[in-house]
């Protein structure tokens, strides 16, 4: 699902459907090669500059007592940089995220189909996003920033650069598909568009109020239900809205996309993914895992009580889920399969604790809703590590019952001389969150400084200390956190223009009616705040759910009286339950491809891990105490 489907069992279609950048490479040759070389070399110099810029601001700070007022501007360059040209070359690669569900159950025709539909949609928004930039890109190019003096055109040029390889990249794809299919979808795709144009006057008037908003869900709904990237969706959707409405121009839909991306928040994200990787690559998880299995690895359950515990704490390092996924999954899967633990169930224990790691700080969640809300970012990180705990427990229970009606034998205890050499392998990893909380805490860095310290004892302690990350390693993961960083800002900035045109809309009002019954109390709007989260966090990845419908909600909770801070951990929690309950959760995918397993029977052993998520969250939601007792003592708010 977090990459375009790959046709198996369709033999009669093209190999290169699966539009794997091999596949693209070796049918465009050489041109191909050196557009992927230059991507590659514009993400990975965006960014080191950016981490060497957040990190030498930090050691300034702390030696000199002054900090460079240059830092935030270039910083935002290379986040542009990132999260767009990161963001094309993501797609390059494949590793959108989309729903293939339905795509999949129809015959082969159907799917070649649906392909040739989602290219065209995808080269639409691209040609359009990349048109409306033009005019954004002249206005600010006779403007120069404040402080570096350069003009203001630069900060809008990766969107129109990333809307130009895109445009590339579709025609690509669609060259390798199917021609007669291509040329069938693409006339009635072109047809339909004459229609409209042709007929504008009998349907501008009925567009031009409800009808616009009605089309703007339309077009993200139905075209992502068949495949097209989340991302693309969101875009689409602020498309329609804004040529159906007439009621901004469209070079709204540009400059709002560009500043979605803009918030100083963001930096951090690129750099907690980085940390994740550079802990998978370096050997650093698995002392972890190894000093959690002595320690409770003799419970009943053994080695599943092992990885709820190893995802709680690997989920304050790395801050990305997938990123929590693969290290402990990949750690964990022989070991798990070599002492006779189920696969399936081994998916859903590990489905479940990445879902109880959505409020361990840091969390890309938590990024997001401090982006777009008044939270406290450090009041946020605090408040999310009991509910954390609270739901491990719950899980922990669980396994415990399960495992003791299907007899898994659990390892035996370890002598103290085995602990003391776990606990000193994984000492200098276990002071990495340490560090970081306490550098939050007292104020010495932002979330953003301490998240560029973490890649950097990250890489001291995997390359120099353990030699396990080699030079070549290295260079492959600052592709791959660029690659995956650019994926996850790009759909942070459709989801910020599909968000503003909803607001335009007046949604958040219109959803204030149809929350009036539980406006009558505050639980009631607390269970449908949590229904439509986890409905949401499946059907749109997550963090576009929590970005669209946390600005609209927060609001409401403080009409009714929720404190805005615990209203915030829920719908993260609810969040990630969406995100990771199969059978079109994203998570979930990832954690059944880390786990190798098939959806369908780990879907089926996932039924008793929802319904004690379900029950875990409704604790924390009807519980306020446990995310506020910490802020509140640390006097951080709430």
Not at 64 to 70: E, I, P
Not at 221 to 250: N, T
Not at 300 to 323: C, D, H, N, P
Not at 415 to 423: C, F, G, I, P, T
């Amino acid at each position: 699902m977090a990459g375009f489907p790959d046709p198996a069992g369709a033999a009669e279609l093209p190999q290169a459907l699966s539009l794997k950048p091999q596949a693209l490479a070796s049918r465009n040759g050489r041109t191909t090669g050196i557009l992927d070389g230059t991507l590659k070399l514009l993400i990975a110099l965006a960014l080191l500059g950016e981490l060497g810029i957040v990190f030498c601001n930090v050691l300034s700070r702390w030696f000199t007592g002054s900090s460079f007022v240059w830092t935030l501007e270039a910083a935002e360059l290379a986040l542009a940089t990132i999260a767009f040209v990161g963001g094309a070359f993501a797609y390059r690669r494949g590793e959108h995220a989309y729903i293939s569900t339905l795509v999949e159950t129809l015959p082969p025709q159907g799917r070649r189909v649906c392909y040739a539909l989602v290219e065209f949609l995808v080269l639409a928004v691209a040609v359009t996003t990349g048109l409306s930039a033009i005019p954004l890109l002249v206005a600010q190019w006779h403007e120069v920033t404040p402080i570096l003096q350069i003009r203001a055109g630069w900060f809008v040029l990766p969107l129109v650069a990333s809307m130009i390889v895109l445009t590339v990249t579709a025609l690509e794809r669609l060259l390798a598909q199917h021609r007669p299919t291509v040329l069938m979808v693409g006339a009635s795709f072109s047809a339909l568009i004459l229609f409209l144009l042709l007929t504008h006057d009998l349907w501008q008037p009925w567009s031009a109020g409800q009808g616009a908003t009605t089309l703007a869900l339309v077009f993200f709904f139905v075209p992502v239900l068949i495949g097209l990237p989340v991302g693309f969706g969101l875009l689409l959707g602020a498309l329609v809205y804004i040529s159906a409405s007439g009621r901004v121009p469209m070079v709204a839909l540009a400059h709002m996309t560009s500043s979605g991306v803009g918030n100083f928040v963001l930096l951090a994200l690129p750099f907690f993914i980085f940390a994740g990787i550079i802990m998978n690559q370096g050997g650093i998880s698995l002392r972890l895992v190894r000093l959690v299995q002595t320690c409770v690895g003799h419970f009943r359950g053994g080695l599943f009580q092992v990885m709820v515990v190893s995802m709680y704490i690997v989920s304050g390092l790395s801050g990305s889920k997938a990123a929590d996924v693969a290290a402990v999954g990949s750690v964990m899967r022989d070991m798990l399969r070599r002492e006779g633990y189920s696969l399936e169930e081994s998916t859903a224990v590990l489905a479940s604790a990445a879902v109880m790691g959505e409020t361990v700080p840091p969390s890309l969640a938590m990024l997001v809703l401090g982006s777009v809300t008044t939270l406290s970012m450090g009041a946020l990180f605090i408040a999310g590590l009991i509910p954390a705990v609270v739901v491990g427990i719950c899980l922990m229970i669980l396994i415990y019952f399960q495992c003791r009606r299907s007899r898994v034998r659990h390892l035996p205890r370890a002598s103290l001389r085995q602990v003391a050499q776990a606990a000193l392998g994984g000492f200098l990893p276990l002071l990495m969150p340490v560090i970081l909380l306490g550098g939050i805490l007292f104020g010495v860095a932002t979330p953003t400084e301490v998240s560029s310290f973490a890649v950097i004892y990250g890489l001291v302690l995997a390359g120099l200390l353990y030699r396990q990350l080699s030079f070549k390693t290295f260079v492959q993961s600052v592709i791959d956190c660029a690659s995956v960083s650019g994926m996850v800002l790009f759909i942070l900035g459709g989801a910020t223009s599909f968000a503003w045109i909803l607001t335009i809309a007046q949604l958040p009002h219109r959803l204030v009616g149809l929350l009036t019954g539980a406006h009558q109390s505050q639980w009631l709007f607390m269970l449908a705040s949590i229904l439509l989260l986890i409905v949401a966090g499946s059907v749109l990845e997550g963090l576009p759910a929590l970005l669209i419908l946390a600005p609209l909600l927060m609001p409401i909770a403080s009409q009714v009286g929720v404190n805005q801070l615990h209203y915030g951990i829920v719908l993260i929690i609810a969040m990630g339950v969406g995100t990771f309950m199969p059978p079109i959760g994203v998570g979930f995918y990832i954690t059944c491809a880390v786990c190798e397993t098939t959806i369908e029977k780990a879907g089926c052993a996932m039924i008793p891990y929802l319904i004690v998520l379900c029950l875990g969250l409704l604790v924390v939601a009807l519980v306020p105490w446990f995310t506020l007792y910490l802020p509140v003592t640390l006097q951080l708010g709430g």
